[in-house]
């Protein structure tokens, strides 16, 4: 029951966002600067989230985030 209800509640809010996103679709008109800028972010949000990706991974390959163990010599007194 609690599936069918996070179904059907997922959905409708599916629903309601494409119904504001198709009516303000056609709302206004962008010009090209401003298709240019919208292509542009995108394209750079993209690389930047693969570069940061590609990071994640090379550091977890080189032992980079391996846990450190320092081993200190007692204290003689």
Known sequence: MKIVLLVVSLSAILAASLVFALAGWDSSSMSIHGWIALGLGTFL?????GGLMALVFYSARKGYDDRIEVDVPPDQD
């Open 45 to 49: 949000s993209l690389a930047l989230g």
